[in-house]
Structure formats: C-alpha cells, structure tokens
C-alpha cells in the first residue's frame, strides 16, 4: 500500500485566500483524523472520522475551518480565509478499527505557510 | 478518560550510550500503548505498540518498550544510541474499540557525537 497521501506538500498563500488540503487515507482504513503541529502548541487534533461520519469536531479552532469526507478514500480541510496564524503542519493520519489496537498511520503532511 | 505524560521533553544522549525516554499514562481501561517517531521535517512513523501480548515490545531500529502496569509506564530504552536516532518521540494511549488516541506532548533526542 502506499500510506496515507497529502496534497500538496506544501502551500503557500496570501492571507485572506481560501486553502484546501487533500487526504487519502490507507485503503480499508474507517478512521481518519487531521492534526495540526506548531512549535507553539505542538500537535493537536482537530477532527476525527468514522466511516466517513465526523466523530468530534472540538479540536477545530474556528468556523474559517471545515473537513469533509465524502467517501472512504479522499477527505478535505479548508480554510476559508486563511491568516498568518494558521501556518502550521497539517498531518492526516488513518486507522482500522478490525486491528482492535486502531494503531494511526500517518500521512508526510502539508507545510502551510500564510503570508 | 485516558492522558499520557512524558517526563522529559528533551533528553541528550552522547552516541554510543543507552537511550531511556519516560512516558506514563493513565486509562480507565486495558490500554493500547505507542511509541512514534518522527523525525525533522518528516512526518510520524509507528515505532513500536503494546497490545497486551507481551509486556516487553521490541520495534524497529533497535527500540523496546516495557509496559509495567503497576506503575502506569511504558518507558522507551534502546541499548546504544546512533546519530540517525535524533529526533521527536511521541507517547500515545488509546483505549481498545476506541477510535480516538491520546498523545503525549512529545520528546525530543538529541544524540552527540
């Protein structure tokens, strides 16, 4: 399999654009989740999948983001309007519930970078 | 309700030592426990996992983890450590048929020469 895939690998925009981030989660996997790393704040969680539902949202700073997951194999986080403050990595990351350990598998991430 | 702490957020190591990073965690629950790595600018690779097989868990590059349940830990060792292992280790609890993990707030190695 080839892991998780991030798209791009790295973005750099304006502040005020929108940004949408691209994930393909491992085939069979019924979990997905988007972290977000800083040197600030480390890594956080922002949103969880299961079967394509969201799970917990509470992670997500503000309403300028959103995910979806319209099937088992592709899932989006937009940020709309993007600030200088969201620069960060943004890791998506997959798991299987049949392993009963749900050990995550995580995709190389996307460098943010919002001038 | 589950947490993790590691004890130390940085730790440095002269290449060659042995390498020991500390993780605790607490769980209502028979816990699954993880080690990550990941190293600068890349993203985070499953290094080893406790499952409840076996409390001494070997992984990759040399890595072993020892879960000992009376004193909540799952302490990261490897015998003799090597330049390539500098990097940012990350303790993770989740609790079985959960979906959601709990990391830790991560560790980072320095090795010297």
């Known amino acids: 399999d080839a892991g998780v895939i991030q798209s791009p690998r790295h973005e750099v925009t304006e502040m005020g654009q929108e940004v949408t981030l691209r994930c393909k989660p491992i085939?069979?996997?019924?979990?997905l989740f988007w972290y977000r790393q800083t040197m600030m704040r480390g890594l956080e969680l922002l949103i969880y999948f299961n079967n394509n539902v969201p799970i917990d949202d509470s992670g997500m700073p503000e309403d300028r983001f959103s995910a979806k997951m319209p099937n088992a194999s592709f899932s989006t986080l937009k940020i709309q309007p993007s600030e200088p403050r969201d620069s960060a990595v943004y890791f998506c990351?997959?798991?299987?519930?049949?392993?009963?350990?749900?050990?995550?598998?995580f995709g190389p991430g996307t460098r943010l970078t919002v001038t | 309700a589950q947490s993790v702490t590691q004890l130390d957020s940085h730790v440095s190591v002269s290449e060659g030592t042995p390498v020991l990073l500390r993780c605790n965690y607490s769980?209502?629950?028979?816990?699954?426990l993880f080690w990550y790595v990941q190293h600068p600018n890349k993203g985070l690779q499953l290094l080893l996992k406790?499952?409840?097989?076996?409390?001494l868990v070997k992984g990759i590059n040399g890595f072993e983890a020892e879960f000992k349940k009376s004193e909540t830990s799952f302490h990261l060792t490897k015998p003799s450590a090597h330049m390539s292992d500098a990097a940012e280790y990350f303790c993770?609890?989740?609790?079985?048929?959960?979906?959601?993990?709990?990391f830790g707030d991560g560790t980072t190695l320095t090795v010297k020469p």
């Open positions: 990351a997959s798991s299987f519930s049949g392993s009963h350990f749900y050990e995550q598998y």
């Open positions: 406790y499952t409840s097989a076996a409390t």
């Open positions: 085939s069979g996997h019924d979990y």
């Open positions: 993770v609890v989740s609790v079985p048929n959960a979906g959601k993990s709990t």
């Open positions: 769980s209502s629950y028979s816990p699954s």
